[in-house]
């Protein structure tokens, strides 16, 4: 057996936060009387988690309703399938995290890891006699003499005062693991619960693992792998370990045996990766079935409008929108999913619209069109919506250009803030209002920067006579017109490729009427060499 120390290098500092309970917590701060009760949250017919005190009744986590209520009669169940304040909270926390480290990594909503490396270093400098806080993990007093001893005490001081700041900042309790790397932490978090820390010095890590009662509870090793496993009869944590490592290359592959294997001696060299915003913003919602079209419209819309509220607090500017079905075949009786997406207009998101919903529906049912064919029968299981693509500014753009020239104006006359919001919540760039949302802690001067930006630019292009104060949301390089039966206000704000199928689609159905309408003329491409020539 390998020692771990020998191998593995103590250097860093991780902290693992789990939060408590976590729905049942945010349920409890929104309605402080369910604290006194027991709780679950109910998801479906399925408790998907509950407070301590329904715990108390045997009451777990996925459990089905009907189960749980004959646990603990008196089970009061709160609907958490809007996962909206839990989002939100969700972000509160690692935004806290990010006070003491740039390095904090998400994992899903209630998770994060912390690399409080630089953090615990320069505390080593200030010397002074230590003690850990919270428990230890391990039987072993021994303790390795690379210097890591003194800094992972020195982490447990951190993890508690980070954990006292989620508490008084955000009425959370949470429970932290801490070790010299993420698979330690996260496993020594879990073994006092709820509201306390561990902590795991590398002397203990093997203890840790050969603790573990099955390979599933080694994260990394998800449910394939395990299975994978299972079959060439490695079953334990110390199976894997003794496992010839040939055999486990012939079974994993190459690069995985390695990863498992380090993991069962409780080596991970992973690092924390900061998680940046999401990459989409999506919803899904699982139904019976559906097979009209007017109950798709329904669930679609409901759908969107959660999705604007979610889209809204990102801040981000949405430039692809996706949808999901889930279709349920009757004959094969398999579900399967199809997704279709297209490009929005930006300046949707950008500027207070009316019928914004509407307009975007419209996308949304066209999308619709292209995975279902409504003359036949259909039954959906599931639909779902998601932004897939945010706006970045182009560097190097006529964008980028105006927005440098437009902020080294602005800095001079900002005199009150928030008539520099209103100003910017109406204005017609999209492009501004993107680089201003893609940091993603900006600093308070860069963000008055930002705003101002954003103000000068709405005066600038309201009074737009030069080419160079041109709004470059209209540099449209080709439009299409739109066919007589659309409604025009809706037709205008749909994506290019939309406006142009539907426009082949009305050719193809009445060619004639084309050619001979005088009111539809063949449309004179609009490019940027028109709009010079014109302005000139
Ligand atoms: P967990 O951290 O697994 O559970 P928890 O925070 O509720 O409880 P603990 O004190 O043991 O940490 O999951 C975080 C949240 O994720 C949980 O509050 C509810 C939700 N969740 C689901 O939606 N589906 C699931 O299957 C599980 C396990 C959790
Ligand atoms: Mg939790």
Redesign the pocket.
């Given at each position: 057996m390998m020692s771990t120390s020998e191998l593995d290098d103590h250097s860093r500092c991780i902290i693992h936060i789990?939060?408590?309970?976590?729905?049942?917590q945010v349920e409890m701060n929104k309605e402080p009387k369910l604290r006194s009760v027991p709780l679950g949250?109910q998801?479906k017919n399925i408790v998907?988690?509950s407070n301590y005190k329904a715990r108390e009744f045997g009451i777990k986590?996925?459990m089905l309703i009907a189960e749980a209520r004959k646990l603990c009669p008196d089970l009061v169940l709160a609907n958490?399938e809007d996962l909206h304040d839990y989002r939100q909270t969700s972000y509160q926390v690692t935004n806290l995290l990010q006070r003491y480290s740039a390095l904090v990594e998400r994992l899903?909503?209630?998770?994060n890891f912390i690399d409080v490396t630089t953090l615990v270093n320069e505390k080593v400098k200030q010397g002074g006699d230590l003690s850990v806080v919270g428990n230890v993990f391990g039987e072993s007093s021994e303790r390795c003499d690379c210097g890591c001893t003194r800094r992972l005490t020195l982490c447990t001081l951190v993890a508690q005062e980070i954990r006292d700041l989620i508490k008084s900042e955000l009425n959370l309790t949470t429970?932290a693991g801490v070790a010299h790397n993420k698979l330690l932490a996260k496993l020594a978090g879990s073994r006092h619960?709820?509201n306390q820390q561990t902590v795991v010095f590398p002397n203990s890590a093997l203890e840790l693992m050969l603790s573990l009662s099955s390979l599933m509870s080694i994260p990394g090793i998800g449910r394939a792998m395990f299975e994978q496993l299972h079959k060439s009869d490695i079953k334990t944590v110390e199976d894997l370990q003794n496992t010839d490592f040939k055999k486990l290359e012939t079974v994993t592959g190459s690069d995985k045996a390695h990863f498992i294997y380090n993991l069962s001696y409780g080596i991970d060299k992973t690092p924390v990766k900061p998680s940046g915003k999401p990459q989409s913003i999506g919803l899904e919602d699982a139904c019976k079935s559906i097979s009209v079209e007017t109950e798709v419209k329904k669930k679609l819309e409901q759908l969107l409008h959660r999705l604007l509220v979610l889209v809204t607090e990102d801040g981000r500017v949405p430039k692809t929108i996706k949808l999901t079905v889930r279709k349920f075949d009757k004959d094969s009786k398999i579900s399967h999913r199809e997704t279709r997406q297209c490009n929005v207009n930006p300046s949707l998101f950008t500027s207070n619209q009316p019928n914004k919903d509407a307009k975007i529906m419209a996308t949304v049912m066209h999308l619709f069109s292209r995975i279902i064919d409504p003359k036949k029968p259909y039954h959906i299981t599931l639909l779902g919506l998601s932004f897939t693509k945010f706006q970045e500014l182009p560097r190097n753009s006529i964008a980028s250009f105006l927005r440098k020239d437009l902020e080294v104006q602005s800095v001079i006359s900002i005199e009150n803030q928030s008539a520099v919001e209103d100003a910017s919540s109406s204005a017609p760039s999209t492009s501004n209002v993107a680089v201003e949302v893609e940091s993603p802690t900006p600093s308070p001067k860069k963000l008055k920067l930002s705003l101002v930006s954003k103000k000068r630019c709405f005066r600038e292009y309201e009074d737009c006579e030069s080419p160079s104060k041109l709004k470059v949301a209209e540099l449209c390089l080709d439009s299409v017109p739109c066919p007589p039966d659309a409604d025009k206000d809706v037709f205008k704000e749909l994506p290019w490729e939309v406006q142009k199928e539907l426009w082949d689609d009305y050719k193809r159905k009445r060619p004639s009427e084309i050619f001979c309408s005088s009111q539809v003329k063949k449309s004179k491409p609009n490019t940027l060499l028109n709009y010079f020539i014109r302005n000139n």
């Amino acid at each position: 057996m390998m020692s771990t120390s020998e191998l593995d290098d103590h250097s860093r500092c991780i902290i693992h936060i789990d939060i408590d309970c976590f729905y049942a917590q945010v349920e409890m701060n929104k309605e402080p009387k369910l604290r006194s009760v027991p709780l679950g949250i109910q998801q479906k017919n399925i408790v998907v988690t509950s407070n301590y005190k329904a715990r108390e009744f045997g009451i777990k986590k996925c459990m089905l309703i009907a189960e749980a209520r004959k646990l603990c009669p008196d089970l009061v169940l709160a609907n958490g399938e809007d996962l909206h304040d839990y989002r939100q909270t969700s972000y509160q926390v690692t935004n806290l995290l990010q006070r003491y480290s740039a390095l904090v990594e998400r994992l899903g909503l209630d998770e994060n890891f912390i690399d409080v490396t630089t953090l615990v270093n320069e505390k080593v400098k200030q010397g002074g006699d230590l003690s850990v806080v919270g428990n230890v993990f391990g039987e072993s007093s021994e303790r390795c003499d690379c210097g890591c001893t003194r800094r992972l005490t020195l982490c447990t001081l951190v993890a508690q005062e980070i954990r006292d700041l989620i508490k008084s900042e955000l009425n959370l309790t949470t429970c932290a693991g801490v070790a010299h790397n993420k698979l330690l932490a996260k496993l020594a978090g879990s073994r006092h619960k709820p509201n306390q820390q561990t902590v795991v010095f590398p002397n203990s890590a093997l203890e840790l693992m050969l603790s573990l009662s099955s390979l599933m509870s080694i994260p990394g090793i998800g449910r394939a792998m395990f299975e994978q496993l299972h079959k060439s009869d490695i079953k334990t944590v110390e199976d894997l370990q003794n496992t010839d490592f040939k055999k486990l290359e012939t079974v994993t592959g190459s690069d995985k045996a390695h990863f498992i294997y380090n993991l069962s001696y409780g080596i991970d060299k992973t690092p924390v990766k900061p998680s940046g915003k999401p990459q989409s913003i999506g919803l899904e919602d699982a139904c019976k079935s559906i097979s009209v079209e007017t109950e798709v419209k329904k669930k679609l819309e409901q759908l969107l409008h959660r999705l604007l509220v979610l889209v809204t607090e990102d801040g981000r500017v949405p430039k692809t929108i996706k949808l999901t079905v889930r279709k349920f075949d009757k004959d094969s009786k398999i579900s399967h999913r199809e997704t279709r997406q297209c490009n929005v207009n930006p300046s949707l998101f950008t500027s207070n619209q009316p019928n914004k919903d509407a307009k975007i529906m419209a996308t949304v049912m066209h999308l619709f069109s292209r995975i279902i064919d409504p003359k036949k029968p259909y039954h959906i299981t599931l639909l779902g919506l998601s932004f897939t693509k945010f706006q970045e500014l182009p560097r190097n753009s006529i964008a980028s250009f105006l927005r440098k020239d437009l902020e080294v104006q602005s800095v001079i006359s900002i005199e009150n803030q928030s008539a520099v919001e209103d100003a910017s919540s109406s204005a017609p760039s999209t492009s501004n209002v993107a680089v201003e949302v893609e940091s993603p802690t900006p600093s308070p001067k860069k963000l008055k920067l930002s705003l101002v930006s954003k103000k000068r630019c709405f005066r600038e292009y309201e009074d737009c006579e030069s080419p160079s104060k041109l709004k470059v949301a209209e540099l449209c390089l080709d439009s299409v017109p739109c066919p007589p039966d659309a409604d025009k206000d809706v037709f205008k704000e749909l994506p290019w490729e939309v406006q142009k199928e539907l426009w082949d689609d009305y050719k193809r159905k009445r060619p004639s009427e084309i050619f001979c309408s005088s009111q539809v003329k063949k449309s004179k491409p609009n490019t940027l060499l028109n709009y010079f020539i014109r302005n000139n």
